[in-house]
């Protein structure tokens, strides 16, 4: 049995091409599974970064809420004091008047 040398030249390119598909192939999903994994990176970090953005700004939020805080604490704590003036001036007034009338002032 004789093989002629065109079929076996035919046979060898035929298996070298699916040799050749199938390397590249490979090698081209690896790639694209890198590139996958590059572009997911990225995105993470910008997400974090944005992330980070909003914690900075709910931050400067809290310390100002805070100090409005503090501040209406100080106003309420004066009022308080204010209110406590107020009631024993109205008690020394009152005792004023009463020895007053006593005294017939």
Do not use: P
């Not at 060898?12 to 050749?20: K, Q």
Request: no cysteine; hydrophobic share 45%.
């Amino acid at each position: 049995m004789e093989v002629d040398a065109g079929v076996v030249a035919t046979a060898v390119i035929a298996v070298s091409t699916a040799i050749g598909g199938f390397v590249s192939g490979r090698t081209t999903g690896r790639v694209n599974a890198t590139q996958v994994a590059v572009d997911t990176v990225d995105m993470l970090q910008s997400q974090i970064e944005l992330l980070k953005e909003d914690r900075d700004q709910k931050e400067v939020e809290l310390a100002d809420l805070k100090g409005r805080v503090s501040l209406l604490e100080g106003l309420v704590t004066q009022r308080a004091e204010v209110e406590e003036v107020n009631i024993k001036v109205s008690l020394i007034k009152e005792t004023v008047d009463r020895i007053a009338e006593r005294v017939g002032a």
